[in-house]
């Protein structure tokens, strides 16, 4: 169950950041998703270290 919980952690964080870059980029008028593509990489990159830190040390 905790993995599943992380799953939807990093779904929903990653979500949050696509809507925010769409969002952002559609508000500013920008041709080129600039935030989409950074704000997206940044929370996989995010979710990724915090899923490996979470995980127990053997």
Not at 22 to 46: C, H, K, N
């Amino acid at each position: 169950m905790k993995y599943s919980g992380l799953a939807f952690q990093m779904l929903g964080a990653i979500g949050l950041a696509v809507w925010a870059g769409w969002e952002l980029d559609q508000y500013l008028g920008l041709r080129f998703p600039a935030f989409l593509i950074v704000f997206t990489l940044m929370s996989v990159t995010a979710s990724i270290v915090l899923t490996i830190k979470s995980l127990p040390k053997e």
